[in-house]
């Protein structure tokens, strides 16, 4: 059983064939994507050194598919590096606390191994302050941080990176707990720091000296992004457009201000100033009458965040008809269905819709249905990623938006009453999302809802070819429901599952599927601890991670065959079984 | 321009910013031909008669002489440095001897290059479509001329055919790269294996499995052949049927048919299938971020800007290498069918007997978690 290749009559290259290293390096640093990358280092021993050693950007998609000591090794010149570490159903507080996804043990090798890191971003996992004082004093060059879902850290931790990091672009700090030590960070920016290009602490709970914001905002001349938390008024926010009138991003933060005509003249004054603004979010529990101070705007924006702005009515639909050139909407059903209507007709460049529920077990007041999704599909022809909450669908509507959209790339539905069927018929909702998988084809992201048999799981493992990765709840009838997806699916990549009546056939038999996808999520369905055992057994190069009640205290390992299994977590690896788990996590 | 006497300054090419540098006793002859050069074509040639047109000798390792104008060989910093600094190159016996990547095709590409940008007075889309055309050349040329430009240093050819490269290698196989390449599968197994290695030390079931498969490939393509060397791989191939059904378990069917998940590259390949470009797929779908469990928290949108990763998460890694196909035994795969089917019609027969809502109180009653509530799907965390 020799290497293939040996024997192809592979001489020793002609010499003009052996490009030397730094003309590969040059030539890797053009290709687009990471898997091209990951091509060229594995077509010979000469080009891996060479694409490894001049690697910039690392993602590591699982904390725990490598060891960290193993990346930094691997690739000694990254510059930029992303680390994410908890299953995507964290969100829905599916994950308990102390999971694991510390980032501990990944800036420390980073601080070892790359001291010209310049970015780090971090997704789901737990940083701590300790954490932020090593990235500080580690990294002279750094200058991205980036935090997203993450906890565990104080904003003593971030005093020590204003205070650190001297060369520092960004700070985005994204829907994070940060605990509110009161320590006034933002001080800790030396008067002579003028680097700063984004700074975003709008999930920061605390105040902020509002003196040394105005400070910071007015020398950071390059500063594009801003996105202040709720401590600031809305008077401030004027103040402080003024002294960045450059700015492309805006998140207001909080603003319920009573109405005052005083205010609202500065506001719009300010407003009128930012020539450059595209993208605008912010809590708005805004009286309405403060929108046409953003009209002057409206034309130029692109991106708009109302998800969390219960801001309501005809003023909300006026200013977003102004906004003819959005790409981005994010938004409350407090739409409504006339809402989306008009969004239809005025936002012709929409590529990407998202409405929130604003009462998800509320009793349904709002007018939000399934006719909305369907002028929007109808009338925007460049939309290609849907988030749709709502309290009913029909098949009908399905398909109507399949016919009209098939540039789909991401459709996530979510049909807020579980099991919900087709309002109109009584169907299943099978028919409606077989259409849009048979439609889009180039379909990466799913999320299903509603009643839904086995059969739907037959029509998007047949066709969903492009599909990376697909959300199931409280769906099927059957393992052939499983069965059909990880026999199909091509290039599935996260599959995550809950509340299914799936068990333990399609698992076993589709066992060498899960090593070519990133992780697997199944809880609430109908797995046996047996099952998983033997997934273990056979699949060396998977973790397989189960969780039950903290409160259980017996061991795994004396547990016979048929315990059922409540949460399983399957990912593959190549750093073996990880050694932080918590109690309530045994690694089969 | 035409200064006398001793200086030193450095020029800056207006066309990519290609320097050269020279420094003061200089004889002024030198700098009096650089000062044409660079001067306009049209300028030239009224000053610079033919006959009074200077030349530079070049010779490549393997002794062969080139002679090309001197303003198109001064577009080359090397060149221009062996002029100034050690007066080579004015005659054929003092020839300048170029670095031993230069070979002589390469050279003469290069001065083709080097004589159609020295020209001041082209345009940026002249130039551009030039340089498009010029790099349409086969790999094994393209891989020469990126050589010798990189060994001469001449900086906007390196980027150019560099470019050219990479677009040759962006979507393709491991594979399909080191055919065109004509580069040597020479990878150790442990290289292979690097980012899959098991630390374990567990049998290598992934080598094996795709050693298997390409058995498989190889086996049928000589199926025609009856030889004995088809007879021992067959054999082969039985000791890995064996571990294959040791990794299988009792009589279970392996992976499923996705397994095979033959190369996503090849799904690339193919640009009527291309999603649009990946990075701005990627901002997009990475805005899913979710409200954390203290609800209360103020949130905005979560930007965008990842690193070209997630969703150009195509392969992260450590698994980049996309050759992650484990060859499922057919025999195997026809069981498995067998059993799909089978498991389909059984499904069918009884499915009119039962009634939507029945078996819906079956699997609620099978939900209930072990504290007695009921989970909903609660949709209003999912940012």
New interface residues.
Partial sequence: ?G????R?G?AA??P??S??D??LE???????????????????????GAERRSRR?????NCY??APR??VD??PSVR?A?V?GKPHFA???LVPPAWGAEAAPWVAAAADGWPLLE?L?FKRMVVTDECLEMIASSFRNFQVL?L??C?GFSTAGLAAITEGCRNLREL?L????IEDCSSHWLSYFPESFTSLETL?F??L?GEVNFAVLERLVSRCRNLK?L?L??AIPLDKVASLLRKAPQLV?L?T??FSAEYHSDLFAKLEAAFAGCKSLRRL???WDAVPDYLPAFYCVCEGLT?L?L??ATVRGPELIKFISRCKNLQ?L?VMDLIEDHGLAVVAGSCSKL??L?V??SD??GAGQVLLTERGLVDVSASCPMLE?V?Y?CGQMTNEALITIAKNRPNF??FRL?I?E??TPDYVTRE?LDAGFSAIVESC??L??LSV?G?LT?LVFKSIGANG??L?MLSI??AG????GL?YI????????KLEI??C?FGNKPL??????L??M?SLWMS?C?LTLGACR?LAE?M??LTVEIMN?PGRTCPVESLPDDSPV?TLYVY?T???PRSDTPDYVQIV | QLVAGHWSTRWRNTYKGVTCKFSAASSFSHIFFLALARMSESELSVIKPESLKTYIWLQCFDGSIQQVEEEVAMFCPMICREIVKNGTGSSKNHAIALPE?V?PSSLSLILDYCRFHQVPGRSNKERKSFDEKFVRIDT?KL??L??AA?SLQLKPL??LT??A???I??????EE??DI?????????E??L???????D?PR??LLNR?YA??RK?LQERQKLKDIQVQQEQK?ERSLDELLCF???DG????????K??K??K??KDPK?L?KA??E?VN??E????????AG???????A????????????????????D?G?DPAMQEE?DR??ED??RR?NSVWPERM?LG??RR?ES??I???GSL?????????
């Fill in positions: 059983m290497r293939g290749g040996a192809d592979a290259a002609p003009w064939h490009l030397p730094e003309v040059h030539a890797f640093s053009f290709l687009p994507a990471a898997a091209d990358r990951g091509a060229a280092a594995a077509v010979c021993h000469g080009w891996l950007r690392l993602a590591v998609a598919a490598a193993d990346a691997r690739f930029a992303e994410k969100d829905f507080g970015e971003s980036r997203v879902s906890e985005d994204q829907e994070n707990y975003n709008s999930c709970e992004t996105k938390n709720n991003e998140g933060g909080k979010s912010g809590a991106s965040n998800s969390y981005q994010w590529q990407e998202r929130f529920p998800p077990f990623s988030l909450f790339t991401c979510c807020l579980p099991r299943s084809k180039g990466r992201r809802s009643l086995d070819n492009c990376e709840a409280f009838n059957s393992d052939l069965h990880l026999s199909g699916c091509k290039t599935l990549k809950r509340d009546p076993l038999a589709n066992a060498a599927k090593e070519t990133r609430s109908s033997q056979k060396p190069r009640d409540e593959r190549i750093a073996g | 990547r070979n094994e891989c020469e990126t050589s990189d390196v980027d560099s470019r490269l990479a677009r290698i962006e979507g393709k196989t491991p790269i080191r390449f004509h580069l040597p599968d020479d990878l150790t197994e290289e292979k690097e980012p899959l290695k098991n630390i374990n567990d079931i992934r050693l390409k058995k190889e082969d990794i299988n378990g279970g069917s392996g992976g499923g048919k996705a397994g998940n033959k996503k590259n799904r690339r299938n999603p990946d990075p797929h997009k779908e805005g899913a971020c979710a409200v954390p469990c203290n928290a103020v949130n905005n949108i979560s930007r800007p990842c690193p070209s990763s997630d969703v150009q998460d195509d392969n992260e890694y450590p698994f980049e290498d996309g050759d992650l484990d499922l498995l059993e799909v498991f389909a499904l939507h078996q819906e699997i099978q939900l978690g072990g504290n989970q909903r799907f609660s949709g209003f965390n999912h940012r």
